[in-house]
């Protein structure tokens, strides 16, 4: 079994840990599933709904629906777990029932439920996917309160780019030139989408000398990622000029990533390949710095085809035997612990150089969208 790096108070959270798995050492599955109520937006595979059985449009599921939209006016927060397997037909009625009762729902927390809930049955059940996608754009990102504008944008990056049809682009791209949707998700939405006509768009704003650096840096991100080479660059240029450092691992980085620009990717893997240390240690009552390359091994090891360590569905990088090696420890050897995670985590970051090496900045990006 893998477990990955501790990100919070070292102490408290393995205190946390050990109790947990004092009672739950067979159930990782269960509690990855449950990541604080699915709020960490994950594209599920088909394979992932399984072992359900199926609801036929009849008086059983009209039950169903009946039940949801009772508990959804009551204020339930479903979970991933919560949501019914209704057929074709009955999960249509459902929409249906769910867009009326949107249009007679005037409280913005009520209405967030109901994306919430739409979207989680296209996750666990893609045949859904592109009803809710398309419920989703036509619904959410015009709702009248910019906090659900932005979560529904957040759950539309949920979905795997195949579940967008043209006409379902089309309503995003008329939402980028209008202006009304939060400009951020938007318009990273719309780049990973591959909306190329968009970008005369960006570009004029950029000369419009009304951006924000925050929204010329995304706007410069959004064309890297369509193709724009110069934007690309631009990027790359203003991360290698400020240098790294916790803020730029964790607010910067992430979009050059995003933007699957292997020159951009080349910089990071030159990066790792530096021994400077200017981050700051997981364990935060350590003043010691670490070396950034192992924050940025975590970024690049899902975009690169056949890297040679791996990272967890949460993008962080899996160490070996962890929970074995934690079974039975008591407080008193926390720090017993914390040195087997940095040998760990040493031996990833000599394997990953060592592949770099030999590669030659030889290699080939995922297609994950």
Same mark, same amino acid.
């Given at each position: 079994?893998?477990?990955?790096?501790?990100?919070?108070?070292?102490?408290?959270?393995?205190?946390?840990?050990?109790?947990?798995?004092?009672?739950?050492?067979?159930?990782?599955?269960?509690?990855?599933?449950?990541?604080?109520?699915?709020?960490? &937006? %994950?594209?599920? *595979? @088909?394979?992932?709904?399984?072992?359900?059985?199926?609801?036929? $449009?009849?008086?059983?599921?009209? #039950?169903?629906?009946?039940?949801?939209?009772?508990?959804?006016?009551?204020?339930?927060?479903?979970?991933?777990?919560?949501?019914?397997?209704?057929?074709?037909?009955?999960?249509?009625?459902?929409?249906?029932?769910?867009?009326?009762?949107?249009?007679?729902?005037?409280?913005?927390?009520?209405?967030?439920?109901?994306?919430?809930?739409?979207?989680?049955?296209?996750?666990?059940?893609?045949?859904?996917?592109?009803?809710?996608?398309?419920?989703?754009?036509?619904?959410?990102?015009?709702?009248?309160?910019?906090?659900?504008?932005?979560?529904?944008?957040?759950?539309?990056?949920?979905?795997?780019?195949?579940?967008?049809?043209?006409?379902?682009?089309?309503?995003?791209?008329?939402?980028?030139?209008?202006?009304?949707?939060?400009?951020?998700? &938007? %318009?990273?939405? *719309? @780049?990973?989408?591959?909306?190329?006509?968009?970008?005369?768009? $960006?570009?004029?704003?950029?000369? #419009?000398?009304?951006?924000?650096?925050?929204?010329?840096?995304?706007?410069?991100?959004?064309?890297?990622?369509?193709?724009?080479?110069?934007?690309?660059?631009?990027?790359?240029?203003?991360?290698?000029?400020?240098?790294?450092?916790?803020?730029?691992?964790?607010?910067?980085?992430?979009?050059?990533?995003?933007?699957?620009?292997?020159?951009?990717?080349?910089?990071?893997?030159?990066?790792?390949?530096?021994?400077?240390?200017?981050?700051?240690?997981?364990?935060?009552?350590?003043?010691?710095?670490?070396?950034?390359?192992?924050?940025?091994?975590?970024?690049?090891?899902?975009?690169?085809?056949?890297?040679?360590?791996?990272?967890?569905?949460?993008?962080?990088?899996?160490?070996?035997?962890?929970?074995?090696?934690?079974?039975?420890?008591?407080?008193?050897?926390?720090?017993?612990?914390?040195?087997?995670?940095?040998?760990?985590?040493?031996?990833?970051?000599?394997?990953?150089?060592?592949?770099?090496?030999?590669?030659?900045?030889?290699?080939?990006?995922?297609?994950?969208?």
């Amino acid at each position: 079994m893998k477990q990955t790096l501790p990100r919070y108070s070292f102490f408290v959270f393995s205190l946390l840990i050990l109790t947990i798995w004092a009672d739950f050492s067979k159930s990782e599955n269960l509690i990855s599933r449950q990541r604080k109520n699915l709020q960490l &937006i %994950t594209v599920f *595979s @088909a394979d992932d709904a399984h072992n359900f059985q199926l609801i036929p $449009f009849n008086e059983d599921a009209q #039950s169903s629906i009946n039940e949801i939209i009772d508990e959804i006016q009551k204020g339930k927060n479903f979970s991933l777990r919560d949501i019914p397997d209704l057929s074709e037909e009955a999960h249509r009625e459902l929409i249906r029932r769910l867009t009326k009762l949107l249009s007679e729902t005037n409280d913005p927390a009520a209405r967030l439920r109901i994306y919430r809930f739409v979207y989680l049955s296209g996750i666990k059940f893609t045949r859904n996917a592109n009803r809710v996608v398309y419920f989703l754009v036509n619904r959410g990102i015009s709702d009248s309160n910019i906090g659900n504008r932005k979560s529904v944008c957040a759950f539309l990056n949920g979905f795997n780019s195949r579940f967008f049809p043209p006409p379902v682009k089309n309503m995003i791209a008329s939402y980028v030139i209008d202006g009304d949707a939060p400009f951020e998700e &938007i %318009t990273c939405l *719309s @780049a990973r989408l591959g909306l190329t006509d968009l970008v005369p768009h $960006f570009r004029h704003l950029l000369i #419009s000398n009304e951006l924000t650096p925050g929204k010329e840096w995304t706007i410069k991100i959004a064309l890297g990622r369509l193709g724009d080479s110069e934007a690309a660059d631009w990027c790359v240029d203003q991360v290698r000029r400020i240098g790294m450092n916790d803020l730029v691992v964790n607010e910067l980085v992430p979009d050059l990533v995003f933007m699957r620009y292997k020159p951009a990717i080349d910089f990071l893997l030159k990066t790792i390949m530096d021994d400077e240390k200017n981050c700051s240690s997981p364990n935060p009552d350590s003043d010691v710095k670490i070396n950034c390359a192992y924050r940025l091994i975590e970024f690049v090891a899902s975009v690169i085809v056949d890297f040679p360590v791996s990272v967890d569905e949460e993008g962080e990088l899996l160490t070996n035997d962890y929970n074995e090696a934690t079974e039975g420890v008591i407080v008193g050897l926390l720090w017993f612990l914390w040195e087997l995670l940095t040998n760990d985590y040493n031996e990833a970051l000599e394997k990953v150089r060592l592949w770099i090496e030999d590669i030659s900045f030889d290699y080939s990006l995922e297609n994950i969208d």
